[in-house]
């Protein structure tokens, strides 16, 4: 089953320019960019030291983005959790900055024991079809599935839908990840590139990570 992954040169450029630590010293990773197709796979991969509750949130619908879905993989891509909407308003730290996030944002605690894990986002309501990653996701191979699901008016090319009448749907993301020893954006292996850079094809997103050590 085909997915529809962000453009190679966007994954490179984000990893490249800013590679995750290799210190094992607990720290919080902010990661925000822009989709380019309605049914995109964004994946990150960070590290778990020793077991303990670890933080992943959203704070792109707040702030205007995208309706975001979150699921948890481990090392051999079987699914650990997932999650809609976190129902949490508020605003929440992360490397001494507060970003706010409203109730469809993604936002749980979950106890993980210590290992490397991958985070999957989508956009709603693009989901997991199973208990492995490979398995794929409901709008594989639909680029445009908001429209074509009647979720709105257009008021972007490729992100044309709304939840409601006063909240449309733009192409950002931004997520954060605390308390672990490591993260960054997944790179494909070298004989996946050709793939990868066919389906991700046409134009360069600029993903922007982000990440700070706490004060």
Do not use: C, K
Request: no cysteine.
């Amino acid at each position: 089953m085909r997915h529809s992954f962000l453009p190679l040169a966007a994954v490179l450029s984000a990893f490249l320019l800013f590679p995750g630590s290799s210190s094992a010293a607990i720290q919080d990773f902010d990661f925000s960019g822009n989709f380019q197709n309605d049914n995109d796979v964004l994946l990150l991969n960070f590290t778990v030291g020793t077991q303990s509750n670890i933080t992943i949130f959203s704070s792109s619908w707040d702030d205007g983005g995208f309706d975001p879905i979150l699921a948890i993989w481990d090392s051999a891509g079987i699914f650990v959790t997932g999650q809609d909407d976190g129902g949490n308003v508020g605003s929440t730290l992360s490397n001494g900055v507060l970003y706010d996030h409203g109730t469809w944002d993604s936002y749980f605690s979950v106890n993980l024991a210590s290992g490397s894990y991958t985070a999957s986002i989508t956009q709603y309501d693009n989901f997991w079809n199973g208990n492995n990653l490979s398995d794929g996701f409901t709008h594989d191979g639909n680029p445009n599935f908001t429209f074509d699901l009647g979720f709105g008016g257009a008021t972007q090319p490729m992100f044309n839908g709304v939840w409601d009448s006063i909240d449309p749907r733009t192409s950002a993301w931004a997520f954060h990840i605390l308390d672990v020893e490591d993260a960054g954006v997944v790179i494909p292996e070298p004989a996946t590139f050709i793939v990868w850079s066919l389906l991700g094809a046409i134009g360069v997103a600029a993903g922007l990570y982000r990440r700070r050590r706490a004060a």
